[in-house]
């Protein structure tokens, strides 16, 4: 089976399906499903646009909007994990997974699904230790502080995937795991990004959370973006239980803009005998209603229990029974339902509304997902002031011990961001959170823009009908040696990827591609030429080679320090 994997989306459906198309002609083959490892952006409307963790001059529509009014329909099967610039108001609705359109499925927080008897999992947002041991306690209308924590992962999903004991064929996730550059080309990855080099060197490139995964699930593939770079790596596991040892086979694509390596196709060897739709997965489903009541919508710190003795169960892993359970429960139907519907208006643009407010409702499939398997819908109760899950009496589970539930006064599993040690300069990318920084100093605090109402509206049937509107590695650096057999000049054949080429076909860049560019997070290397052009383009030495009569505009750059504590919008 051909699957298309995709870095970073930023909202670019349209140029993701007529490249996929592009590339079906070019090699006579046809792509079943697409992967899209975040930054997906699926804004609906203006109001979406404002729970973005992105400056309101950078803010832009795309084109996702389109597929979820119904004026187009994903031409492939599109199943996606939130990345750190999402539309998060709209993940929240989706906890556990669901349509976002027709066609296009998100993962939720974490979650795994079957396709052709593949399992792909997935893990949304990108870890912060500040925010890692928290309950989903955001709610829009978004202030500085949640607009941004909204989309860290937390360490009740990373306990919920480790429950996992069968095989996980595909792994999706936005940011790498961390030390996953040791498995790789190394210098290449850093000839491509010098500014990564300390935090290779201090071993504090990528999220320790997704280490740990990467050593838990050992899937076949795992999948990620958020560097903007293409980069490959084999990683051979020690083996388990006398198992045969397993491999992993690490890819992460770039953002989607002209001649950048966004786009790889892989093959995946299919199941014989198994369902062609996309199905529910009944030992994730299992898993998440064992550890209903031990999910949280508070900002209080919490860590899992453990087998520590001081908790009176620590292991989630489900029963057969139990998994059996859930297959009757959805009635013996694993097929996920097409109970798509849409819960707020899209956007029209013939008709724009500069100053919607953010929409504040449940959505009908995580109403019906909650009511048959008997979980919470966090995104609800959230809006309703949260509620510790242990103490509710409406919770499956709540009258579990304390001590069932962990314990805040134990210490975290990571007590330091590891991921903001490092000050190294990406001259590539626009810092969006300086410039942010620096428009809030000038026109002072504020709330958050737009408004919900307090009480939570609830997404019943008439909103379903709701209308729609149309260089060279640095000498003298020591590097830790690649730890799998495989050599740089063999690693592609081994991955059984085709060789680098450009996804896109060759076409004059449109303004509107230029614009995304100086917002979206850094130029080519070859593009010099175009770089001298625009100021936003510079580098800090074409800077100061300006002539000092003039009065040059200072522009900041992004990335200074990839997954800063201090700032979480890093890419």
Known sequence: MKIAVEGCCHGEL??????????????????????????????????????MAIPPKYRMMQTFYKYYSGEKKAPVLTIFVGGNHEAS??????????????????????????????????????????????????????NPNTLRSVYHIRNIEVFKLKQIQMPIDIFMSHDWPRGIYRYGNTADLLRKKKFLRQEVESNTLGSPANEELLAHLQPSYWFSAHLHVKFAALMQHPSKANAVPRATKFLSLD???????????????????????????????????????????????????????????????PSEAAMMQVVKDLGGDLSIPDNFSRTVPAYDPNRP????????????????????????????????????????????GGDDDDDDAGSADEPSEYPTDTSGLSSSYNPDEITIEDE??????????????GGCNPKLSVAGGHLSDVPAGKGHTPGRMVLPAPKSDASATNLSLLMKLPPPAHSTPAAARSSS???????????????????????????????????????????KRRNQVIYTAVEDDDD
């Not at 490249?19 to 490892?37: A, D, H, Q, R, W």
């Not at 900002?299 to 001081?310: A, I």
């Not at 052009?533 to 800090?540: C, D, E």
């Open 89 to 142: 108001n709209h993940l929240q609705e989706l906890p556990y997974g669901g349509w976002v359109a027709p066609n296009i499925y998100y993962l939720g927080y974490a979650g795994v699904v079957r396709y052709k008897g593949i399992r792909i999992g997935g893990v949304s947002g990108i870890f912060k230790s500040h925010d890692y041991r928290r309950g989903h306690h955001e709610f829009p209308p978004y």
């Open 14 to 51: 349209d140029k993701i399906y007529e490249t996929i198309g592009y590339l079906e002609k070019k090699e006579g083959v046809k792509v079943e499903l697409l992967l899209c490892c975040g930054d997906f952006q699926a804004a609906r409307n203006e109001g979406d646009m404002k729970c």
């Open 255 to 317: 953002k989607c803009l002209p001649y950048r390596e966004f786009l790889q196709i892989v093959d995946v060897a299919e199941r014989a005998g198994s369902s062609e739709g996309l199905e529910y997965d009944p030992e994730w489903l299992a898993i998440l209603k064992a550890t209903n009541s031990l999910q949280r919508t508070t900002p209080h710190p919490w860590n899992p229990p453990e087998n520590n003795g001081l908790h009176e169960r620590w292991d989630f892993r």
């Open 436 to 449: 942010w920084e620096e428009e809030e100093g000038e026109e002072g605090p504020k709330e958050a823009e």
């Open 353 to 396: 509304e500069p100053h919607a407010s953010p929409s504040c409702t449940t959505n009908p499939q995580t109403t019906e997902l909650c009511a048959t398997l008997g979980l919470t819908d966090l995104y609800a109760l959230v809006g309703q002031g949260g509620v510790d899950l242990s103490r509710h009496p409406g919770v499956a």
């Open 513 to 555: 591609i230029a614009a995304r560019e100086e917002h979206c997070e850094g130029d080519d290397e070859d593009d010099d030429e175009a770089s001298a052009v625009r100021a936003l383009k510079r580098t800090s030495d074409e800077a100061a080679a300006v002539a000092s009569g003039g009065t040059t505009p200072r522009i």
